[in-house]
């Protein structure tokens, strides 16, 4: 079961219930990421509490380690990490393209050899989306191949038409391999050319997949440039069905691409922040690490109502960060999860409203002004 | 307020109450450590629900980092660290002994470089005191001088009396800063000598405490020896008030020290060997990193009922632990800190049912027979 319907909208923004077997997921939804079967320092309670609705894994860390042949044991990767919502998997091109040492992409596939320990692997359109069925992915997306930050438009095409070509590939073995329960979302590449993007879209559109992603943004590109890339691109592909920005990004990121029609989001960088003592706030971000908290016995937001700024003080959690103690990194993550995911809620309140374009001034108008 | 009464005795085994302004403690007692005011990857919510009544705090760690200063501001760790049960503190003694750069030991107290910053202080016995009434410790203890085993007779001999003279100025001080609330606890040392031990505890009976602990034990000597001055020093004390093993131990020492009548227990092996992949279970110790439990669906203890236990296998705790994940060390921590508290609630129904010798035949059945 996947399907996708528009509840409202406000301007280009649009609420949606994004239906799978595994639950009902309001959209517009930003998803942590759970890398390793795990969102690093949460539980699945206190994700579940913070509101989240469903959780990304990654591909290419699962198939290293701990490996298809440890989560069969668990039927996927929800029963073996103890979530039972939905789970929306990557197809691993990133990271082989990020972390790996990449021997050589060809059109069978990436060849290349794992950053833990050396071993040789061949990743292929088919092998990405089989993974992922081992893992029981309820959103599982295409290979694509990823390119750096600047390509030029020779690159930019061939990357994309290759895309294109395993886009195709992936679908042929998702007909073959599973029912409807794990949805198959297509990546449109393209760069920062707006015709190929527009070729890319047009071409994905055809192949008829669940919905669409836009990859390769948030790669070292200019902010602007990455919202115009985006601008243009969600008017592309089809109303009808989800619209995913895969990697972004800041919280104002967030909510300009809402604004843009965008359902879907991932991004490290609540967790990852949060591990380095930044604290997102409604003023805009704090450094914990920062003197002037230490004798602060006010929470990191008065009007943040998340386990962290229920029952514990700045100082105390400056505390524990100078420390290095390992609750600092789990009460730190769990206020930026929920902020991240309580900015979602008061979006799709918004667009529920048809008052989205006051929300994002009052936004603006609070954030960015916190001190570090 | 401070109180304690026996409930049930089964041989010299004891169950009691101890009542304190924050709350009944049931003993016999493990206490969970909490240094630098957190147990390490532990929420309080979370300790409770292991069946935590009271967890001990560092005097030396917090005075060091976040400092009085800070914590004066919440009027003691309590509020700080969002914990409202007992705490009991140290005295600090111990850890500038085994921590600090010690620069001189003489009758005014510790001379002492932090092992932080390299800053010189002073720790006497009213200073420590005052330091652990500004953090409101349930259970303040006296400071102690502590020896390093083996140590000559002379040697102990003059560290016990110290010892008693910095008790006297630990109770005047006490006396003079606090209220009931705040209960004081003597400390018998007398290191591996008898008759010192007899010396010490009937010094410190004298001096009236709240409570007694027996400090200097698990300091490298051999475990019969450890259990044999327990053995004599325990039966020296008051029985009508709680007796204290501090620093101790393995799960089986907890046995046969609650046998001889002991009540109270602190250690930092559950939390410390947690992290480092040790886990306890009714039938030994196992080490999650073995690779025999890379594709084990079942939990570390089927028979526990921790959180742990009921939602994860040991085949994802593995991959956790492997993977270095944040997870990892609060989900083993509080698997460990159940089995201990677990342990505990099940001698303190043995002695109520006055079963205590068959719990511990039983108790080793089972125990030590766990492959890792």
Sequence with gaps: ????????????????????????????????????????????????????????????????????????????????????????????????????????????????????????????????????LCLNSDIVMCLDQCLPYPATDDETREAMLLTTRWAERCKETWAAKTGPQNALFGIVQGGMNKDLRYLSAQALTALDFSGHAIGGLSVGEP????????????????????????????????????????DMFDCVMPTRNARNGQLFTRYGTINIANSRHKQDTQPIDTGCSCYTCCHYSRAYLRHLYMAKELLAYRLNTLHNIHYYLDLMRSMREAIRKNRFEGFKQNFYNDYLNEKT
């Design 1 to 132: 079961m996947f399907n996708f319907k528009i509840t409202h909208t406000s301007g280009r923004a649009r609420t949606g219930i994004l239906e799978t077997s595994r639950g009902k997921i309001k959209t517009p939804i930003f998803m942590p990421v759970g890398t390793l079967g795990t969102v690093k320092a949460l539980s699945p309670e206190e994700l579940l509490n913070c509101g989240a609705q469903i959780i990304l894994g990654n591909t290419y860390h699962l198939y290293l380690r701990p490996g298809c042949d440890v989560i069969e044991r668990f039927a996927g990767l929800h029963k073996f990490m103890h979530w039972d919502k939905p789970i929306l998997t990557d197809s691993g091109g990133f990271q082989v393209f990020s972390l790996a040492k990449l021997s050589k992409i060809s059109e069978q596939g990436y060849s290349f050899q794992s950053h833990l320990d050396g071993s040789q692997h061949l990743l292929t359109p088919e092998k990405s989306v089989e993974i992922q």
């Design 223 to 262: 902010k602007d440039v990455m919202l115009e890339i985006a601008d243009h691109t969600l008017p592309e592909l089809p109303n009808e069905k989800p619209k995913y920005i895969m990697g972004v990004g800041k919280p104002e990121d967030l909510v300009e691409l809402v604004a843009m029609g965008a």
